[in-house]
Antibody, heavy 123, light 111 residues
Framework: QVQLVESGGGVVQPGRSLRLSCVAS????????MHWVRQAPGRGLEWLAV????????FYANSVKGRFTISRDNSKKTLYLEVNSLRAEDTAMYYC????????????????WGQGTLVTVSS | QSVLTQPPSVSGAPGQRVTISCTGS?????????VHWYQQLPGMAPKLLIY???KRPSGVPDRFSGSQSGTSASLAITGLQAEDEADYYC???????????FGGGTKLTVL
């Protein structure tokens, strides 16, 4: 049974940082590129970042470049997203998702998604 | 502002056929990057519905189909059912952005 379980969200003050985690099971984690996607309340899906199967390629949306950092630990089957200098507009549900396009330079579709972790930026 | 453009909403009666369009450009769909479609039910994570323009993952009914031509793609749903009421998103890769794009999403209402 495939599972992606995100954690690390919560209520955080503007300007602070968080580290989100996504633990995978039930599929071959080391074969897949991994993505982070967010969805602000009542809004659409926004792609944030991708990391290739071996961590060698990382790409970011312009909206988060320089503030967010994606990483992975294949030995722990875990994906991370470091989010810094948080702003009110970063308030959203953050999802991790897997992609058989392992290099991160295209996408074969996000086959598996987690249930998300909610980040609320508020003073 | 999404670079993949979808209609904000579509509607249809049970049993009818509806289509959702996704219009891109020469740096994404027109560059022959695959289009994928997702269904998001209220309060749930998105689910892959169509991948590589026309393919259905295991378990997705054949009432759902995808097509692609030029810089656009479409999702068709036939035999509309109440359970199809959801938000639908197209997705592709953009070589100018070196990243993934989602359309703005389309809310399907079953009348």
């Amino acid at each position: 049974q495939v599972q992606l379980v995100e954690s690390g969200g919560g209520v955080v003050q503007p300007g602070r940082s968080l580290r989100l985690s996504c633990v995978a099971s039930g599929f071959t984690f080391i074969d897949d590129a991994m993505h982070w996607v967010r969805q602000a309340p009542g809004r659409g899906l926004e792609w944030l970042a991708v990391i290739s199967y071996n961590g060698g390629n990382k790409f970011y949306a312009n909206s988060v470049k320089g503030r967010f950092t994606i990483s992975r630990d294949n030995s722990k089957k875990t994906l991370y997203l470091e989010v810094n200098s948080l702003r009110a507009e970063d308030t959203a549900m953050y999802y991790c998702a897997s992609d058989r396009g392992g290099t991160g330079t295209t996408t074969l579709g996000f086959a598996y998604w987690g249930q998300g972790t909610l980040v609320t930026v508020s003073s | 502002q999404s670079v993949l453009t979808q209609p904000p909403s579509v509607s249809g009666a049970p049993g009818q056929r509806v289509t959702i369009s996704c219009t891109g450009s020469s740096s994404n769909i027109g560059a022959l990057y695959d289009v994928h479609w997702y269904q998001q039910l209220p309060g749930m994570a998105p689910k892959l519905l169509i991948y590589a323009n026309t393919k259905r993952p295991s378990g997705v009914p054949d009432r759902f189909s995808g097509s692609q031509s030029g810089t656009s793609a479409s999702l068709a749903i036939t035999g509309l059912q109440a359970e199809d009421e959801a938000d639908y998103y197209c997705q592709s890769y953009d070589r100018s952005l070196s990243g993934v794009l989602f359309g703005g999403g389309t809310k399907l209402t079953v009348l």
